[in-house]
């Protein structure tokens, strides 16, 4: 005779009947399933093997493999924090605790790719790069549509306008109109004849169509709207503030910061002389916070400390390293 199912498997089994017959499957067919399936492992879960597979190299430097594999880490965690953007946007009545969970996440995801970003500024050999990313033209990092995902569900677009038509924007403008006026397409064009990189027009032929429609949808229910319906007086809840300024630091400044040393470290030659970016972009007038002064949180700050936005930490980097 067989055994008796204990009264707690068998109170599972009736609970699992229960959730496949609205699947119009008996559960015996399930179970079958289970039987036949194999075990899971490691490797098959993660698919490590295909995932130790992408790392392709276009010359024989051995360092361009770290290059790669960087550049793969830190899609995966824009990945990870689009994730996270994602649920808060989309959350009805969300309540102050699941922001704040998730505003963590995200900053600590930055601050985990901030402090890695050493791998890129010292771990590479500068001959070996330098010759490595003649091979990559005209790929560049500024064609990370994550990132400017990122950014699109951060905050109203009219806080990415270009400075000096900043003025001209408000939340309520055109998402279309606010679109072509982006900081960033101004780091990969010519600003003498007003000619986009082929960098710019490969990434815009891509992906422009996706980020006005993320664009449209996001008006009215950024992050930084449901972080206004949450704290009406921004200046009183200390926590919220702390995580929003902390997030806004860490996006605009930091991360900037941590490829500007790169840039410079690997970039710079002589007192006046530069090598420019693999998608022709002017590194040194795009990548400095305080020249392109972005904030996704604006109200957070004094005008003072907008006004000095990152200065200091450029000051700070450019005195070092002479």
């Avoid at 067989?2 to 068998?10: G, T, V, W």
């Avoid at 770290?66 to 649920?87: D, S």
């Avoid at 050493?118 to 560049?140: C, H, N, T, W």
């Amino acid at each position: 005779m067989s055994e008796a199912l204990k009264p707690e498997i068998a109170a599972r089994v009736k609970q699992l009947e229960e959730k496949f017959k609205n699947s119009g499957q008996d559960l015996g067919s399930y179970l079958d399933g289970l039987l036949y399936d194999r075990y899971i492992t490691y490797w098959d879960y993660i698919h490590l093997d295909t995932l130790l597979s992408l790392q392709v190299p276009s010359t024989s430097f051995p360092d361009e493999e770290i290059f790669i594999t960087y550049h793969q880490i830190t899609e995966l965690y824009f990945k990870l924090i689009l994730h996270e953007l994602k649920q808060i946007v989309e959350t009805e009545g969300i309540e102050n605790s699941f922001f704040l969970d998730k505003i963590k996440r995200v900053n600590r995801y930055f601050e985990s790719l901030i402090e890695s970003f050493g791998v890129m500024e010292q771990g590479m050999d500068k001959e070996q790069f330098l010759k490595f990313r003649m091979s990559l033209i005209p790929a560049s990092g500024f064609q990370s549509v994550q990132f400017r995902m990122i950014e699109i569900y951060a905050t109203p677009m009219c806080n990415l306008i270009a400075t000096k038509f900043r003025n001209n924007f408000d939340e309520y403008s055109s998402i279309e109109k606010a679109y072509e006026q982006l900081y960033w397409k101004y780091g990969a064009t010519d600003s003498a004849t007003g000619e986009k990189t082929l960098t710019l027009r490969q990434f815009e032929k891509r992906y422009t169509p996706r980020l006005l429609r993320i664009g449209n949808q996001l008006k009215g229910n950024t992050i930084y709207h449901k972080f206004k319906k949450i704290v009406k007086d921004n200046r009183q809840n200390v926590t919220f503030v702390d995580e929003m300024r902390k997030l806004d630091q860490n996006i605009n400044v930091n991360w900037g910061l941590a490829h500007y040393k790169t840039a410079f470290r690997y970039l710079k030659r002589e007192a006046n002389s530069t090598v420019t970016g693999t998608g022709g972009t002017n590194w040194k007038q795009f990548l400095p916070p305080n020249f392109q002064k972005i904030s996704f949180f604006p109200s957070l700050w004094t005008i003072e400390e907008r006004e000095n936005w990152g200065k200091n930490w450029v000051e700070d980097l450019v005195n070092n390293e002479k």
